[in-house]
């Protein structure tokens, strides 16, 4: 077993219920300087999950490096997404459709925005209020940004995080009836352009592997799709007796699953 205190192991993976679902739960790699994370890391936050009541788990989507000690762990892989990289060289003009501006968000923002995730994506893909507000505090520095039409409401919003050198497109989303219109590519610009001012080297974003129509929009836009995809991985804890690798059983295919950036 490592010497890593116990204490120090459960903060290096942040734990939250799937879209408020107290049986289901997400963990997403800490982003800190201990070290990589280690089969005996998750073992113990899958143990606390146990006693908790949780009754499987999903991670975030993971880069080929993250996933060893999950899958050492038992674990399987319940979706693969594309990963996309802007080098923030050339950014393109995206201007707001007439009537749409776009301005930073507030906190009586986040319902309004959270309405425009229920209906723009499919309910395993949606975020909670949880969910949202992981987003905003997974990087040191935070841009979130709403698009509102001539009357104030919102129709779309993105949420862009920077940590050190690394950008992040980690949220966006417009609602159905004002797809279409260029209001995701403008708000893909602004906040590809506020990486870029505040020191971010790249940006990365993920979809889903059968997402055409985004990942056309962040081909067009001047992302490029990475050889190496990511990863949703799943555990089931029911029965399992605890342990690397006991017991685990292969997601269903309807089974939840994290929420990946992705516009409309």
Same mark, same amino acid.
């Given at each position: 077993? =490592?010497?890593?205190?116990?204490?120090?192991r459960? !903060?290096?993976?942040r734990?939250?219920?799937?879209q408020?679902?107290?049986?289901v739960? $997400?963990?997403?790699?800490?982003l800190?300087?201990?070290g990589?994370?280690?089969?005996?890391d998750? +073992? $113990?936050v899958? +143990?606390?999950?146990?006693?908790?009541?949780?009754? =499987? *788990?999903i991670t975030?989507?993971?880069?080929?490096?993250?996933r060893?000690?999950?899958?050492?762990a038992?674990?399987?892989?319940?979706?693969?997404l594309?990963?996309?990289?802007?080098? &923030?060289?050339?950014l393109?003009a995206a201007?707001?459709?007439?009537?749409?501006?776009?301005?930073?968000?507030?906190r009586?923002?986040? !319902?309004?925005?959270?309405?425009?995730?229920?209906?723009a994506? !499919?309910?395993?893909?949606? &975020?909670d209020?949880?969910?949202?507000v992981?987003?905003l505090?997974?990087?040191?520095?935070?841009h979130f940004? *709403?698009?509102?039409?001539?009357d104030?409401e919102?129709v779309g919003y993105?949420?862009?995080g920077?940590?050190?050198?690394?950008?992040?497109?980690?949220r966006?989303a417009?609602a159905?009836e004002?797809q279409?219109?260029?209001?995701g590519?403008?708000?893909?610009?602004?906040?590809?352009?506020?990486?870029?001012?505040?020191?971010a080297? @790249?940006?990365?974003?993920?979809?889903?592997?059968d997402?055409?129509?985004?990942?056309r929009?962040?081909?067009?836009?001047?992302?490029?799709v990475?050889?190496?995809?990511? !990863?949703?991985?799943?555990? @089931?804890?029911?029965?399992?007796g605890g342990? =690397?690798?006991?017991g $685990?059983?292969t997601a269903?295919p309807?089974?939840?699953?994290?929420?990946? =950036?992705?516009?409309?």
């Amino acid at each position: 077993m =490592s010497a890593l205190p116990a204490r120090r192991r459960s !903060a290096r993976l942040r734990v939250r219920p799937w879209q408020g679902d107290a049986r289901v739960a $997400h963990v997403t790699p800490a982003l800190d300087h201990l070290g990589p994370l280690t089969v005996d890391d998750v +073992d $113990h936050v899958l +143990d606390d999950l146990r006693r908790r009541g949780y009754r =499987s *788990v999903i991670t975030a989507a993971l880069r080929a490096p993250d996933r060893g000690p999950f899958l050492a762990a038992g674990f399987v892989e319940a979706a693969h997404l594309h990963l996309l990289l802007h080098d &923030l060289g050339d950014l393109p003009a995206a201007a707001c459709p007439p009537g749409i501006g776009i301005r930073r968000a507030r906190r009586v923002d986040h !319902a309004r925005a959270l309405a425009v995730d229920r209906a723009a994506f !499919a309910p395993f893909w949606r &975020l909670d209020e949880a969910g949202l507000v992981e987003a905003l505090s997974a990087t040191a520095s935070v841009h979130f940004q *709403v698009a509102r039409d001539a009357d104030g409401e919102v129709v779309g919003y993105a949420v862009c995080g920077r940590t050190g050198p690394n950008g992040y497109v980690q949220r966006l989303a417009v609602a159905p009836e004002h797809q279409g219109r260029g209001i995701g590519a403008a708000l893909l610009v602004d906040g590809l352009r506020w990486l870029r001012r505040w020191g971010a080297r @790249d940006a990365l974003v993920n979809t889903q592997e059968d997402n055409a129509r985004s990942l056309r929009l962040y081909q067009r836009l001047g992302f490029v799709v990475q050889a190496e995809g990511l !990863a949703v991985l799943q555990r @089931d804890l029911v029965g399992d007796g605890g342990g =690397s690798g006991a017991g $685990h059983r292969t997601a269903e295919p309807d089974h939840r699953r994290p929420a990946a =950036s992705e516009p409309r």
